[in-house]
């Protein structure tokens, strides 16, 4: 069975903490891995990695993929309140002709306070 | 550039009646994915569609069908609704068949069965 484990699921953070959010998988076909922010509304997209040891950055957020561990780190530098929600990590599995879906882990809620 | 639309954003239906979920794509974007997302879980993948054909079935109940139309809107039909059917519906879309894989969601649709 396809699995995402996240951790931690709960974290709560000072504004200006640097925080690291994990995932691993064990899926069979694995495509990508995705991370998404959700706050009280739709998962927004916010990075997909498809290659082990390249960084992906966007502003004070950014991402590595390790393929040979079956992990993921998403780290958010200078937090916000504005941080505060739930990511999200979810894995494309590909299930034959051309076609892919995501499972998803169970999320890392983050609370950053003043 | 529109993102996913989702309509209605809120339903609430009665035990045993019937409900439709509506889901414009991104434009250009070709393959819709349905995710259910009961409260305080992770999305889990119901359906998906490319190119007008199913694509790919997670765990939809027989109760639940859809379908892809010609302009790539889809339908999720509900029937004999049940308590437990309660939840954020998610609709998804991507390019390519998935091969893009980066798959940006609509705002949801609240349905509550009372």
């Known amino acids: 069975e396809d699995k995402v484990v996240q951790s931690p699921l709960s974290l709560v953070v000072h504004e200006g903490d640097t925080v690291t959010l994990n995932c691993s998988y064990e899926v069979t076909n694995f495509r990508s891995l995705l991370w998404y922010k959700q706050e009280k509304k739709a998962p927004t997209f916010l990075f997909m990695l498809t290659s082990s040891g390249i960084e992906k950055k966007s502003g004070r957020l950014s991402s590595i993929l390790d393929k040979k561990e079956l992990f993921s780190i998403l780290n958010i530098t200078a937090t916000q309140t504005g941080d505060s929600a739930i990511y999200l990590c979810?894995?494309?599995?590909?299930?034959?002709?051309?076609?892919?879906?995501?499972?998803f882990g169970k999320g890392t809620l983050l609370t950053v306070n003043p | 550039a529109a993102g996913v639309i989702q309509s209605p954003r809120h339903l609430i239906k009665e035990k045993r009646e019937t409900a439709t979920l509506k889901c414009y794509p991104i434009?250009?974007?070709?393959?819709v994915y349905w995710y259910q997302q009961g409260p305080g879980q992770d999305p889990q993948f119901l359906i998906s569609f490319y190119e007008k054909m199913q694509s790919d079935k997670g765990s939809i109940p027989d109760r639940f069908s859809a379908q892809q139309f010609s302009d790539y809107h889809s339908e999720l039909n509900m029937s004999s609704l049940e308590l437990g059917d309660s939840a954020l519906y998610f609709c998804?879309?991507?390019?390519?068949?998935?091969?893009?894989?980066?798959?940006?969601f609509g705002p949801g649709t609240r349905l509550t069965v009372t």
């Open positions: 998804a879309s991507s390019k390519g068949g998935g091969r893009g894989n980066e798959q940006y």
């Open positions: 979810a894995v494309a599995i590909y299930s034959g002709g051309s076609n892919y879906k995501l499972t």
């Open positions: 434009s250009r974007h070709d393959t």
